[in-house]
């Protein structure tokens, strides 16, 4: 009998396969890293002008957008009824690499999700309800960002005073988190699957192993009426209220960083203030065409906090200080976790799994 069909074959071909997607994205983050180091190595150095304990702060702050995520995944994994809840270490450490591969990858963060699919499958949890949590995750973060821009928006309109360009950009902002909701409500499981990972598989450097999702969901002999997302909302409320109220604190979280940093420089600004540079930002920045939004989303943060009022030098030097924090950061980190990811054993799809609940 050859050696691959054996178990010993065939975790060789595992490991091999392992180091082949490891080097793969090790190359592509190298290149990455190399093309964009002169920004890196000034954001370094505006390390240095920052109070310590306020850094320290910022530091924690951004922690805690992970820890938040791992805790909405751990709520709604929860649901499943699973014999064994998998530890909150792993779920924290899957919301990195979900991080990183939509840093490194771009694809309006549909990258991350598909990580969380493979991550969700080797908990061996079935393929209609990875789906399920996957659009619910995404419910209750569509849903606390359409939440925090209507607040915000009716904050500009009948108590503070702020250019046009904000209330165009929260009106924007509701309108597209509204449709974007809307349709993942809509979303059927053959239909969603294919429009999220067909995206995905367009990079040919990638493509093989998001095939590997399709092929999983072709064994599970799931049809498109499988998916029961209205029936998951409704029988588990409670977490996902939870969930909902989870992503409020990575948006707060996310705002806690901002405000570290500015007084960590000696700077005084609103909360306010910068809870409205902040989500104006991400408005801004919902469809990227650069990775982790690039360029984007730094000048538009520097454009909203200027024309709130932050000195233009300022400005730039907390957008930079931030994006240190929250995007280039977690690359390396995000790139070891994956690495061991990839050596803990698959678990077949076919394995036993727990009905909808």
């Not at 290149?31 to 910022?58: H, Q, S």
């Not at 009106?171 to 429009?195: E, H």
């Given at each position: 009998?050859?050696?691959?069909?054996?178990?010993?074959?065939?975790?060789?071909?595992?490991?091999?396969?392992?180091?082949?997607?490891?080097?793969?994205?090790?190359?592509?983050?190298?290149?990455?890293?190399?093309?964009?180091?002169?920004?890196?190595?000034?954001?370094?150095?505006?390390?240095?002008?920052?109070?310590?304990?306020?850094?320290?702060?910022?530091?924690?702050?951004?922690?805690?957008?992970?820890?938040?995520?791992?805790?909405?995944?751990?709520?709604?994994?929860?649901?499943?009824?699973?014999?064994?809840?998998?530890?909150?270490?792993?779920?924290?450490?899957?919301?990195?690499?979900?991080?990183?591969?939509?840093?490194?990858?771009p694809g309006a963060q549909l990258s991350g999700n598909t990580f969380?699919?493979?991550?969700?499958?080797?908990?061996?949890?079935?393929?209609?309800?990875?789906?399920?949590?996957?659009?619910?995750?995404?419910?209750?973060?569509?849903?606390?960002?359409?939440?925090?821009?209507?607040?915000?928006?009716?904050?500009?309109?009948?108590?503070?005073?702020?250019?046009?360009?904000?209330?165009?950009?929260?009106?924007?902002?509701?309108?597209?988190?509204?449709?974007?909701?809307?349709?993942?409500?809509?979303?059927?499981?053959?239909?969603?699957?294919?429009?999220?990972?067909?995206?995905?598989?367009?990079?040919?450097?990638?493509?093989?192993?998001?095939?590997?999702?399709?092929?999983?969901?072709?064994?599970?002999?799931?049809?498109?009426?499988?998916?029961?997302?209205?029936?998951?909302?409704?029988?588990?409320?409670?977490?996902?209220?939870?969930?909902?109220?989870?992503?409020?604190?990575?948006?707060?979280?996310d705002a806690l960083t901002i405000y570290a940093l500015f007084n960590?420089?000696?700077?005084?600004?609103?909360?306010?203030?910068?809870?409205?540079?902040?989500?104006?930002?991400?408005?801004?920045?919902?469809?990227?065409?650069?990775?982790?939004?690039?360029i984007l989303y730094e000048s538009s943060m520097s454009f909203f906090?200027?024309?709130?009022?932050?000195?233009?030098?300022?400005?730039?030097?907390?957008?930079?200080?931030?994006?240190?924090?929250?995007?280039?950061?977690?690359?390396?980190?995000?790139?070891?976790?994956?690495?061991?990811?990839?050596?803990?054993?698959?678990?077949?799809?076919?394995?036993?799994?727990?009905?909808?609940?």
């Amino acid at each position: 009998m050859n050696n691959i069909d054996t178990p010993t074959g065939q975790s060789e071909k595992l490991n091999t396969k392992s180091w082949l997607l490891f080097f793969i994205f090790f190359i592509l983050v190298l290149i990455f890293v190399i093309y964009y180091f002169n920004e890196i190595k000034k954001d370094l150095l505006l390390l240095k002008k920052v109070n310590f304990y306020w850094l320290i702060l910022a530091i924690i702050a951004q922690i805690l957008t992970y820890f938040f995520t791992a805790i909405i995944y751990r709520l709604l994994i929860r649901a499943c009824k699973l014999k064994q809840m998998p530890r909150l270490s792993d779920v924290f450490e899957a919301s990195i690499i979900a991080q990183f591969f939509n840093q490194v990858i771009p694809g309006a963060q549909l990258s991350g999700n598909t990580f969380i699919f493979n991550f969700l499958i080797k908990l061996r949890i079935g393929a209609v309800q990875v789906v399920s949590l996957i659009l619910t995750e995404l419910l209750t973060f569509y849903a606390a960002m359409e939440i925090t821009t209507l607040l915000l928006l009716s904050a500009c309109l009948s108590i503070y005073k702020v250019p046009n360009a904000f209330e165009i950009t929260l009106g924007a902002g509701a309108v597209v988190y509204l449709v974007f909701g809307f349709l993942v409500a809509l979303a059927g499981r053959k239909k969603f699957l294919n429009i999220l990972y067909g995206k995905i598989t367009k990079i040919k450097i990638i493509k093989k192993w998001f095939q590997n999702i399709n092929n999983s969901i072709n064994k599970s002999k799931v049809s498109n009426n499988d998916i029961q997302l209205p029936v998951f909302l409704k029988r588990n409320k409670k977490p996902v209220a939870e969930a909902f109220t989870c992503q409020i604190f990575v948006i707060a979280s996310d705002a806690l960083t901002i405000y570290a940093l500015f007084n960590g420089l000696g700077i005084t600004v609103s909360p306010y203030t910068i809870l409205l540079g902040l989500v104006s930002t991400k408005i801004i920045s919902t469809l990227p065409f650069l990775p982790g939004a690039l360029i984007l989303y730094e000048s538009s943060m520097s454009f909203f906090f200027v024309s709130l009022g932050v000195p233009l030098g300022p400005a730039i030097m907390i957008t930079l200080l931030y994006r240190l924090l929250s995007f280039w950061f977690p690359i390396p980190v995000g790139l070891f976790l994956y690495r061991r990811w990839l050596q803990r054993p698959a678990v077949p799809f076919n394995s036993p799994t727990s009905r909808i609940t």
